[in-house]
């Protein structure tokens, strides 16, 4: 990996080398002047979102206050767009910022391309201070063969969104945890599970892994086996899904449509009608609000919804900030990028980074947040994320694990058309589909 990245590297400066010829005109630039007593010299580009740009135009500054002869330019672009220009060129591309986020679940996919550089997390995690157990959350997972590859940005996870006049016009006591398998209408708790987003929520309640590693390395998957071979708790848990679809196909709606499942849920949830509950993101908070009302909200924690008494749980997912691989042999590029993590990422300004971003930080405090000056409802969406968060399994990041996206769907989705008379001929159905992808991985 390391010669991988030399190699680019190389080509980068063979690159400038003849660009340089081809302009006969132009002169040498100037060598720095003398660093400034303890201070960092380079030259970085930081990629940022339209709504980034303010608070990490402060990061910058507070950068350079302490080192005047470090250079750190903002690239404004959206971190999927930039992610696509990766994509579709490489590392040297000048486009792709040296420093620039990335989703968790992208680590992989960039690591095989060798865009990455490894970073010295550890010591980064260390001076910032507010972990812990670095290698149990984000970090952790952000480490690949032994190299960490990203540094925790903020963190991710479902929670709860609940409507109050709903649920009081139900007869549903929010106080206490919402059954899945004990509701007079198909509506109350609105869950489109064909998305595995959703549906790993409720599959990881039961401990059901649909695609895992096992300690010799090899991919296997709980869905490959026969219903038989399930523990009574996953049987059980199959068997709600299937309840909830037939009441749903039953019932007539669209809530397993691909395409038209998402517009009912919302339908549903609008106040004066059916729903009570739903998972959503902390970034989904202006939808909530507008659908049902502010203060007509109740946030909570996922383990607010139950499967047979199981608390749903989703993942410890969120962001990384990466390091470009083409500039691994200079250490002053290097250098300056991890000033300004540890600036984009200081707990000190954790609530300026959520103003400006939506950005929870992991190696932030609930009482950060609680003693600020944010709304009450952004509160309770920070420390219903904190608690879903703890409470959640890693998720799985390994490239193969793609694959799963399209196989639950397709096998859920499956029973609009083949009609499931039984659990077990669902189940069925479900195993072919995950029986299809080991094929395809193995």
Same mark, same amino acid.
């Given at each position: 990996?390391?010669?991988?990245?030399?190699?680019?590297?190389?080509?980068?400066?063979?690159?400038?080398?003849?660009?340089?010829?081809?302009?006969?005109?132009?002169?040498?630039?100037?060598?720095?002047?003398?660093?400034?007593?303890?201070?960092?010299?380079?030259?970085?580009?930081?990629?940022?979102?339209?709504?980034?740009?303010?608070?990490?135009?402060?990061?910058?500054?507070?950068? +350079?206050?302490?080192?005047?002869?470090?250079?750190?330019?903002? #690239?404004?672009?959206?971190?999927?767009?930039?992610?696509?220009?990766?994509?579709?060129?490489?590392?040297?591309?000048?486009?792709?910022?040296?420093?620039?986020?990335?989703?968790?679940?992208?680590?992989?996919?960039?690591?095989?391309?060798?865009?990455?550089?490894?970073?010295?997390?550890?010591?980064?995690?260390?001076?910032?201070?507010?972990?812990?157990?670095?290698?149990?959350?984000?970090?952790?997972?952000?480490?690949?063969?032994?190299?960490?590859?990203?540094?925790?940005?903020?963190?991710?996870?479902?929670?709860?969104?609940?409507? +109050?006049?709903?649920?009081?016009?139900?007869?549903?006591?929010?106080?206490?945890?919402?059954?899945?398998?004990?509701?007079?209408?198909?509506?109350?708790?609105?869950?489109?599970?064909?998305?595995?987003?959703?549906?790993?929520?409720?599959?990881?309640?039961?401990?059901?892994?649909?695609?895992?590693?096992?300690?010799?390395?090899?991919?296997?998957?709980?869905?490959?086996?026969?219903?038989?071979?399930?523990?009574?708790?996953?049987?059980?848990? #199959?068997?709600?899904?299937?309840?909830?679809?037939?009441?749903?196909?039953?019932?007539?709606?669209?809530?397993?449509?691909?395409?038209?499942?998402?517009?009912?849920?919302?339908?549903?949830?609008?106040?004066?009608?059916?729903?009570?509950?739903?998972?959503?993101?902390?970034?989904?908070?202006?939808?909530?609000?507008?659908?049902?009302?502010?203060?007509?909200?109740?946030?909570? !924690?996922?383990?607010?919804?139950?499967?047979?008494?199981?608390?749903?749980?989703?993942?410890?997912?969120?962001?990384?900030?990466?390091?470009?691989?083409?500039?691994?042999?200079?250490?002053?590029?290097?250098?300056?990028?991890?000033?300004?993590? +540890?600036?984009?990422?200081?707990?000190?300004?954790?609530?300026?980074?959520?103003?400006?971003?939506?950005? #929870?930080?992991?190696?932030?405090?609930?009482?950060?947040?609680?003693?600020?000056?944010?709304?009450? #409802?952004?509160?309770?969406?920070?420390?219903?994320?904190?608690?879903?968060?703890?409470?959640?399994?890693?998720?799985?990041?390994?490239?193969?694990?793609?694959?799963?996206?399209?196989?639950?769907?397709?096998?859920?989705?499956?029973?609009?058309?083949?009609?499931?008379?039984?659990?077990?001929?669902?189940?069925?159905?479900?195993?072919? !589909?995950?029986?299809?992808?080991?094929?395809?991985?193995?």
């Amino acid at each position: 990996m390391k010669n991988v990245r030399k190699v680019l590297a190389l080509l980068l400066v063979l690159t400038l080398v003849f660009t340089a010829c081809g302009q006969k005109g132009t002169a040498p630039e100037a060598k720095p002047a003398e660093t400034a007593e303890g201070g960092l010299t380079g030259e970085i580009s930081v990629q940022a979102e339209t709504e980034w740009m303010e608070y990490y135009e402060a990061a910058a500054e507070r950068v +350079k206050a302490a080192n005047p002869d470090a250079v750190i330019n903002i #690239i404004e672009v959206g971190a999927f767009d930039h992610l696509d220009t990766m994509d579709n060129t490489d590392a040297l591309n000048e486009d792709v910022a040296d420093l620039f986020a990335i989703p968790a679940d992208r680590l992989y996919g960039l690591n095989d391309a060798l865009v990455l550089n490894p970073i010295d997390a550890e010591a980064l995690a260390a001076d910032l201070g507010g972990w812990d157990d670095y290698n149990a959350g984000l970090g952790g997972q952000f480490n690949i063969d032994g190299e960490y590859l990203a540094f925790p940005y903020n963190i991710e996870t479902l929670i709860t969104y609940a409507n +109050k006049e709903n649920a009081e016009a139900a007869g549903i006591d929010l106080a206490n945890p919402v059954e899945i398998s004990n509701q007079d209408s198909e509506a109350r708790v609105l869950l489109p599970l064909f998305d595995a987003w959703f549906g790993v929520a409720v599959t990881n309640a039961v401990d059901i892994e649909f695609l895992g590693i096992n300690e010799n390395g090899e991919f296997y998957s709980d869905m490959t086996k026969e219903y038989s071979e399930l523990t009574a708790d996953q049987q059980a848990a #199959i068997q709600t899904i299937y309840d909830y679809w037939s009441a749903h196909n039953s019932a007539n709606t669209s809530l397993f449509d691909n395409e038209a499942g998402w517009g009912y849920v919302d339908d549903e949830f609008r106040t004066g009608s059916n729903g009570v509950i739903r998972l959503g993101g902390p970034w989904e908070q202006g939808t909530m609000t507008e659908i049902a009302g502010e203060d007509n909200l109740a946030i909570n !924690s996922i383990d607010k919804i139950t499967i047979n008494g199981n608390p749903l749980s989703h993942w410890k997912g969120g962001w990384g900030l990466a390091i470009n691989s083409r500039i691994e042999e200079d250490q002053d590029k290097i250098n300056l990028a991890y000033a300004m993590i +540890k600036e984009i990422v200081n707990p000190e300004y954790a609530v300026d980074l959520f103003n400006a971003t939506g950005k #929870i930080l992991e190696n932030a405090t609930i009482e950060t947040y609680e003693n600020s000056d944010l709304s009450d #409802i952004q509160k309770e969406i920070i420390a219903a994320v904190y608690d879903s968060y703890e409470k959640a399994p890693a998720r799985p990041l390994f490239s193969e694990w793609g694959q799963v996206w399209d196989t639950w769907k397709n096998a859920l989705l499956s029973w609009n058309s083949v009609q499931p008379k039984t659990v077990e001929e669902g189940y069925n159905e479900i195993k072919a !589909s995950f029986d299809a992808m080991m094929m395809n991985i193995k």
